[in-house]
């Protein structure tokens, strides 16, 4: 449709062009011929949009701050097109062209292209931070792609406005994986330099980008290629659907959807199993045997239909090696599927578990999802216990690695004489001691995976100069042999030092440093988070899950002084803490109470005390529990004391056994002694009027 018009000869298709602009501008007649139909629609709308064609002032200028905010919209966009787009320029180079990406809105937002052309272009505006929507600059590739949601070649005078009409611009609508617009790409010429393959090339590329958008987005799922031809799996033709464990398709390719949806009268969705008749199992089982397998799948109609699983997570995996339910092949549902992950089950976890709604571990993730699958080396900083290794391992499960080994090694806990040979590995008998068959070190048994080196900053300096020589030259040398053995790793570091400081120091080498710093994600401490309820709700179902029992709760007057505890050994600690907890519950108990916390959790300083409590100290209080309470009652007025909670817990139970101490004591899940303290101290309190 948008290429027969450049096949024409030039000179007669630009008289035949003048006469269409002079037959709609002057007389006011839909031209008949000379223009696309696409172009004729177009001007119709610009023109009911009130635009002049002889203005030369824009509408419109490059503006930086939209420029920084359609970048920060697209980011996703912009980070999986600028890779295509250099390919792109690369084909056209010294044509004077520039590959122009937008957003959905038609802004500019990422452009290349040779220097010369690059300067004509600005001079209308056609650089990032410019809009090029209709309403902005009539007919042109970019606004008229998005206007009609199809790819668009507008060449020199089909521009609406006069002064565009030296460009020559081909562009194509690139759709998210839900089929909704997310920008165009467009490559814009001198209009003399027009190359017919323009459109070809900018609609392979615009799959290219989609493609990428839909492996990212849906990088936890199971990925399904098919093609009605078996050399067509694996090529830009193929259709592709996202597949949860449980057999729901939940995105489609635009070949995929069209496809669907001429088998389903509903459109998208449905299941694996009413697509293809057939249970996602069959193929995995095909998988297991050979991971590239090719499946050939006899459809209802009569047809075959070829089919690939491109890519499994171990999760997924695992969820499929469990026993198929009984519905036809359908793989059982995995529970976690929906992002209740057991969070210690590292082997399942992925980056999106983490993001429990604090916002600085969304940056993190939001950070480190940016680099999946890229060559990119990861540096986690946090204090001890804030979760780095739960994190490296939830990044490495969660890129295309996810099936390969994730390796890790402390740096810190391995005795400097013996971090050489865990790294390296050894031959047989290279030292005293070593075994007589070798051993191979960490970094090759993270070929293909992830290497993960906790407490990096620990690392004997040595060690940091032949570790350097690994990560440049991607071969390692076994200690005491003479053979360099290649190895594909993907790196993640994580320290709880400041780097930087340690480089000052000389404690740790400048190139090195550069080397696992490439892009660095800080988690906060658990202190500073604003999600500690949500992961203390995790811990206690995975610490009831592991103890066998049902559902388990915290009361909201305990939680909040976990929330305004300092945790100085952060998540860990918290962790312990509940794992306590749920062990010190009688059989008949679900409630955590405060008799099952440490009493420090109850006696320490509020994290923020700094704010002074505007009611002071209770009577009669000691003053830790004085300014803990205080804090409590400066946060939620009229909130009653955790002490007095429990006084009346006490007596309610109290009432409830008829004053039977161990009966009581045997309800509220402490000893007779402990409970007869507590009686006391609160029998003393109220003597004191507190
Ligand atoms: N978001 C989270 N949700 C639930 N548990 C978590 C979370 N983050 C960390 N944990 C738990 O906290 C503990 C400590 O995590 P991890 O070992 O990853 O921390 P770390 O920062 O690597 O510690 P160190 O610096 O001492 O090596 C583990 O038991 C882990 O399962």
Known sequence: MATEHALAQPVAREYRLQ????????EGVLPEDGVPEQIVDSWVRCRDL?????SSEARDHADRLR???ARDRSARLVEHASGVMEHVFEQIRASGSLVILSDARGTIVHSLGDAE?????SRVALQPGACWSEAARGTNAIGTTIAASAPTVVLGGEH???????LSCTAAPILDPRGTLAGVLDVSCDQRAHQRHSLGLVRLSVQLIERRLFETEFANEILVAFHERPEYVGSLQEGLIAVTADGMVVGANSIAREWIHRRL????GGTFAELFRQGLGKIADRVRSSSDALVRLNLRDGSDLYVQLRSMRAHVRSAMDAPAAADGGRPAVLAEAGGNRAPADKGRIVLETLATGDAGIARAVDRARRILGKDIPLLIQGESGVGK???ATAFHNSGPRASGAFVALNCAAVPESLI???LFGYVGGAFTGARKEGSIGKIQQAHGGTLFLDEIGDMPLGMQARLLRVLQERCVTPVGSLKSIPVDISLVCATHRVLRDAVARGEFREDLYYRVNSLTVALPPLRERSDIRCIVDRLLRLEAAEAGRGELSIGDDVMRFIERYAWPGNVRQLHNVIRVAVALLDPDEDEILPSHLPEDLFLADPVDDAKPSPQGPGPGMPPAVAATAGGLAALEPGARRLDQLEVELIERVMREVGGNLSAAARTLGVSRNRLYRKLGRAGARQAAGG
């Open 19 to 26: 006469r269409a602009r002079s037959q709609f501008f002057e």
């Open 50 to 54: 009130g635009l002049d064609r002889a």
């Open 67 to 69: 420029l920084a905010e």
């Open 117 to 121: 052309f690059v300067d004509k272009a």
């Open 160 to 166: 609406f406005l006069d002064h565009n009409a030296f």
């Open 265 to 268: 009268e509903t459109g998208t």
């Open 389 to 391: 290794e739960l994190f």
């Open 420 to 422: 050489e040979s865990e």
